[in-house]
């Protein structure tokens, strides 16, 4: 009982408030790889670095938000949704800032810069991997409605176009992912390989911003199924 009542004063009555204060961390983390992009491009390393450790301390405050669901989350809690779910939802979303913390930490560590040939595509490629976090983050802001609806009605229908819209996005990041690696490919040999290995890796991780946010809406989905 001491838990749940712990539970209950930390996030309020709704079962997926730690959610939705969660990605809200997680997006604010994200969205700094873009000026911090923006000043890896200019060789502004100062402004990377400041921007980087900007970064890492959003990610670790949805990390505070992620361990004290982890920890005080009662597993005896009645709630219209499992448990199990809500964690799982909640492990993707901490996959993303996790995501964005070593983006920025290999581009600094390394002071690697992507080719010209590259960043023309790589930055509507991060904004749009972003837009699919935030489509996301909709479908999470749904979930109360969806609790008091009992699962039914216009707010199912809803969510599973907000999903849909998801695959979309992801679909087309996908397709900039592949544009980027050939373009790459076209000119790896006048990079120093290493650096060819670790801009692929860059352009990788980038991709899993939004492959993460499909697989929460695709758990977000199959909550609605049971």
């Not at 996301?136 to 969806?146: F, P, T, V």
């Not at 490919?185 to 899993?208: A, Q």
């Amino acid at each position: 009982m001491a838990e749940s009542n712990y539970f209950f004063k930390i996030f309020g009555n709704s079962p997926v408030a730690p959610l939705q204060q969660h990605i809200e961390k997680v997006i604010a983390c994200v969205e700094e790889l873009v000026p911090y992009f923006n000043a890896v491009m200019k060789n502004d390393w100062v402004e990377a670095e400041r921007i980087q450790n900007i970064i890492v301390d959003k990610e670790n405050e949805a990390d505070d938000i992620k361990n004290e669901l982890r920890l005080h989350m009662p597993s005896g809690l009645f709630m219209p949704m499992d448990r199990r779910d809500i964690l799982e939802v909640l492990d993707l979303q901490d996959q993303i800032a996790n995501k964005a913390k070593d983006i920025s930490g290999l581009v600094l560590g390394r002071r690697m810069t992507l080719p010209e040939k590259v960043q023309k595509d790589y930055m509507p490629f991060l904004s749009r991997c972003i837009d699919a976090i935030k489509v996301a983050q909709d479908a999470i802001n749904e979930l109360d409605e969806l609790v008091t609806s009992g699962f039914r009605g216009n707010e199912v229908k809803r969510v599973i176009k907000l999903i849909k819209q998801l695959h979309v996005i992801e679909a087309e990041t996908d397709a900039i992912q592949v544009k980027l690696r050939a373009d790459l490919f076209e000119i790896e040999k006048t990079l120093p390989p290493i650096d060819v290995v670790f801009i692929y890796e860059i352009i990788k991780w980038t991709g899993d911003l939004a492959d993460r946010s499909q697989s929460a809406g695709n758990r977000i989905q199959l909550m609605l199924a049971k």
